[in-house]
């Protein structure tokens, strides 16, 4: 008999890929990041804000994205969020990264641990262009 109640065990699910096409790394344990607090920048249908670019936080990115609304520095315990500093590994939208990008304010991006599904959303020429060092 099949099970369709569960999901499918990790061994039969297809690896998650990077934008280098590459196992996708865990981007941050600590602060531990994804929109399913596991570390990684998954790609998951239930993240409307499909949060799969793995960026390293900047003064200038995390004061931009207060500007606009965003606030990421500000620890918001009642949600386990401790609030980012600069150096900090973090899985941002793919959206807010763009903007961020056309804005000129783009933090660097870990390419290993950036989901493959940013790239229907940025360039891979911008992501690599903005590729950590």
Known sequence: MIAFDRPPAPAERSPDRNVLGE???????APLTGF???G????????????????????DFL??????????VTPQPQWGFPGLVVGDRWCLCALRWLEAARAGHAPPVVLAATHESALDVIPAELLHRHAAA
Not at 63 to 72: I, K
Request: net charge negative; with cysteine; aromatic share 2%.
């Open 40 to 59: 990684c920048c998954r790609s998951v249908a239930s993240d409307p804000g499909a949060h799969t670019v793995c960026a390293v936080m900047t003064a």
């Open 36 to 38: 399913l607090r596991d």
């Open 63 to 72: 004061a931009f994205t207060v500007s606009v609304g965003n606030d990421l």
């Open 23 to 29: 196992a996708l790394v865990a981007c941050s344990h």
